[in-house]
């Protein structure tokens, strides 16, 4: 007769030791865009040489979504997530952001805020002496990031105050977008965009992944407010144009706006996809064929394939919402191992950056192209340098991991190779495991087999981190979101 107390505390004993400390809380959720066009020509990043952009041929935007869970009138935690139309996030920017925040928002924990580039090729430069920009004429590097410091920062404050109870769902679809872009060779070499019709061709290096995650957001008068998606692909289809483009995710915004309405705030998580693009490998024709009997050119078709997934999964689950859900936050930073430069890396850098200065003093203009490319040398030659004063040298990765009801949410500062953001997913128990590189200033973390291979992407002068770094990054991360689920992963 004394059982059923018995069973009644421990279930309140279960309860209270659920991740974070409590119980699922009342979900708070606000939202805000805004627009970080530059209002003059700018230099564009990218590609390695110097490309001015003097049209606008779409917007760039900041969107935000900002996330409180509370519990009988107390904050329990907060994930401020802003999306940028940018090739990445420079930590110099994040810094700025956050400081403005601060100013603004003093009581707001700023380290529960995280930024994500796009990757689009046809975005302002957001680092000093990348390329030698005029200095009349086209908007400073200095001037570009006060402008969208400014109205970054005034999105946050907006979506922060905009904040009231909510509910949240999450679906899982998929569409091909990208295709891993790393053709490889009968003698064991691989190249980025390498030709596949020729007989040395063996196969592309590695997985595709076709996951299309998303998360849906609704606002205390059930309207559908923010939509969060998350595609294994960085947005460079048109990357070698002179001219501001969002790329891909500028058709995306307006066509689900189209479907779901203006207030829709749309954020584009880009998944791990290092070794993917949307750039087509092979079967060119066929593709070319059928988006012309559509009448869409290659930006409108990949919106197109995204939006289709977008709406399968809306539609599947919809009525499946949540109020009181788990909001979970944790913010830490690794110390990665670096990848080290051998000897004959740091000789091949040397002359790559003396041959780079010598066009460079023979005709000055040569800079708009060789610019870049010494600097990218110059960066191998002081790592080795300063291994041999540090020979375990550490790169410093701020993580973001997010619990969200089922959903886990963990991040990179990388253009981290597909296989990576597999293990993660294959290796949390979450239900669904959203992956966001670009969430910093990002190099390539490329396999062990994409080092076998060689090209741009896997040397050393393109990669800070290498594999070891990589499985760091990887069981540290598995490690904290697997602390955040208390029951054992079912089976797949």
């Known amino acids: 007769m004394f059982r059923k107390p018995l069973v009644v505390i421990g279930f309140l004993v279960n309860v209270l030791l659920w991740p974070g400390g409590g119980l699922a809380a009342e979900l708070l959720v606000g939202t805000a865009t805004t627009d970080i066009t530059p209002t003059e020509p700018v230099a564009v990043s990218g590609q390695f040489h110097l490309r001015i952009a003097n049209t606008v041929e779409t917007p760039i935007t900041a969107n935000v979504i900002a996330l409180e869970s509370r519990e009988k009138g107390l904050s329990r935690d907060v994930a401020i997530m802003v999306s940028c139309d940018l090739l990445y996030i420079p930590s110099k920017v994040l810094e700025l952001v956050r400081k403005a925040i601060r100013e603004r928002l003093p009581d707001l924990d700023t380290t529960k805020l995280f930024l994500n580039g796009t990757h689009t090729h046809t975005a302002p430069v957001l680092l000093l002496d990348k390329y030698p920009i005029p200095k009349e004429g086209v908007i400073q590097v200095e001037q570009y990031r006060s402008l969208l410091t400014q109205r970054v920062a005034d999105a946050i404050v907006q979506a922060w105050n905009r904040r009231s109870a909510g509910s949240v769902t999450w679906g899982l679809s998929h569409a091909v977008v990208a295709y891993n872009r790393r053709a490889v060779y009968a003698d064991g070499s691989a190249r980025m965009y390498g030709r596949t019709d020729i007989a040395e061709f063996r196969n592309l290096e590695g997985y595709e992944d076709h996951d299309v995650n998303t998360l849906f957001f609704w606002n205390d008068s059930s309207e559908l407010v923010g939509v969060i998606v998350n595609v294994s692909c960085p947005a460079q289809e048109v990357e070698s144009r002179s001219a501001v483009n969002a790329d891909f995710w500028h058709p995306v915004r307006e066509a689900l706006r189209v479907r779901f309405g203006e207030q829709l705030c749309i954020l584009g998580w880009t998944g791990a996809s290092g070794d993917q693009s949307p750039h087509l490998m092979y079967r060119k024709a066929a593709d070319e064929r059928m988006r012309k009997l559509r009448g869409v050119d290659r930006l409108e078709e990949i919106a197109r394939r995204i939006v289709r997934a977008v709406d399968d999964a809306y539609e599947t689950v919809k009525n499946d919402r949540h109020a009181d859900v788990t909001l ?67 790169y410093e990765m701020e993580l973001h991991v997010v619990r969200i009801g089922d959903v886990a949410i963990c991040t990179n500062s990388f253009e981290l190779f597909t296989d990576y953001g597999i293990r993660l997913k294959a290796r949390s128990k979450a239900d669904q495991t959203f992956v966001v590189q670009l969430v910093g200033p990002g190099t390539y973390l490329p396999t062990e087999k994409a080092i076998r291979g060689g090209h741009y992407s896997a040397v050393v002068h393109s990669s800070l981190v290498g594999p070891e770094g990589g499985n760091v990054l990887v069981d540290r991360t598995v490690d904290i979101i697997n602390s955040l689920w208390t029951e054992s992963k079912r089976a797949p």
């Not at 790559?352 to 066009?359: G, I, L, N, P, S």
């Open 328 to 394: 979970i936050h944790k913010v830490e930073t690794l110390r990665l191992p670096m990848r080290l430069v051998t000897e004959a890396e740091h000789n091949e850098a040397k002359k790559a950056v003396k041959r780079a200065a010598d066009q460079i003093e023979q005709n000055p203009k040569a800079a708009v192209r060789e610019h870049r490319r010494m600097k990218w040398y110059e960066t191998t030659v002081k790592r080795f340098e300063r291994q041999k004063t540090d020979p375990k040298p550490t």
